[in-house]
């Protein structure tokens, strides 16, 4: 029971811990503005915008960056039902459920 709780823990220390930088890269990797700001556009296949180069892929897809950054969102859920188990199968070991 001990080590179920501690290799949750863990599990769920480090899923909290990179939620942030994945999201951080993945709204990089879906960005549709560059650093200032500025909405990029695509003009005879190039970003006309300075600073717009790594928006290929909102240029490209927007549908595809908008489902990417789902992407967080549904690891955050990933971790929530991870400790959802891990309470659950604490409990069930203790005899309580």
């Known amino acids: ?14 899923g909290v811990s990179l939620i942030a ?4 890269e993945i709204g990089t990797a879906a960005s549709s503005t560059n650093a200032t700001g500025t909405t990029c556009t695509l003009t005879a296949g190039s ?5 717009c180069a790594d928006a290929s892929l909102y240029l490209s897809s ?8 789902l992407v967080p ?17 604490s409990l069930r070991d203790a005899g309580v459920v």
């Open 1 to 14: 029971m001990i080590s179920r709780l501690i290799g949750g823990f863990v599990s769920i220390l480090i």
């Open 21 to 24: 930088p994945l999201s951080t």
């Open 47 to 51: 970003p006309t915008q300075t600073g």
């Open 62 to 69: 927007s549908w595809g960056a908008t489902v990417l950054k």
């Open 73 to 89: 969102g549904f690891f955050a859920l990933g971790i929530l039902g991870i400790g959802i188990a891990v309470t659950y199968g």
